[in-house]
C-alpha cells in the first residue's frame, strides 16, 4: 500500500509554469506505475500523463503534449508533473495515482488505479 501526498499547486498566470510533486508518505512508489488525472469544477477526472514504474514509457493526453513532462525519482521516492505554457483550460485540481501492474492500454483509465492523492489545486489566469 503507498499513500501519496501532492505539492507544488498553485496560482499562475498564462504562459508560466508549474511542476508538481507526488511523494510516497508510506510505500515505495518504484512499486508502482504512476499517473496525474485532473478535475475541473462539475467535469469527470481526466487523464493527464502516466509513466511506468521504470520510468522506460510514458504518455499524454493530446490536450498537455510538448507542454507537460512526467518524470519519477524512484530513489527518492517521488513523481513530478512538469507544465509549462500553462493555458487557462488547464485549471484544475490534479491528483497522483499509483497502480499496481501496468498496461499502456489502460495507462489512462481511472478506475485501473488504486491509490490517489488528496489533489493540489492549479489555476491559470489569463
Known amino acids: 500500500q503507498v499513500q501519496l501526498v501532492e505539492s507544488g499547486g498553485g496560482l499562475v498566470q498564462a504562459g508560466g509554469s508549474l511542476r508538481l510533486s507526488c511523494s510516497a508518505s508510506?510505500?515505495?512508489?518504484?512499486?508502482?506505475?504512476m499517473a496525474w488525472f485532473r478535475q475541473a469544477p462539475e467535469k469527470e477526472r481526466k487523464f493527464v500523463t502516466g509513466?511506468?514504474?521504470?520510468?522506460?514509457?510514458?504518455r499524454y493526453a493530446d490536450s498537455v503534449k510538448g507542454r507537460f513532462t512526467i518524470s519519477r525519482d524512484n530513489v527518492g521516492n517521488t513523481v513530478y508533473l512538469q507544465m509549462n505554457s500553462l493555458k487557462p483550460e488547464d485549471t484544475a485540481v490534479y491528483y497522483c495515482?499509483?497502480?499496481?501492474?501496468?498496461?499502456?492500454?489502460?495507462?489512462?483509465?481511472?478506475?485501473?488505479?488504486?491509490?490517489w492523492g488528496q489533489g493540489t489545486q492549479v489555476t491559470v489566469s489569463s
Open positions: 509513466i511506468s514504474w521504470s520510468g522506460a514509457l510514458s
Open positions: 508510506s510505500g515505495i512508489i518504484s512499486d508502482y506505475a
Open positions: 495515482a499509483a497502480r499496481m501492474g501496468f498496461t499502456a492500454q489502460t495507462m489512462d483509465v481511472t478506475t485501473m488505479y488504486q491509490y
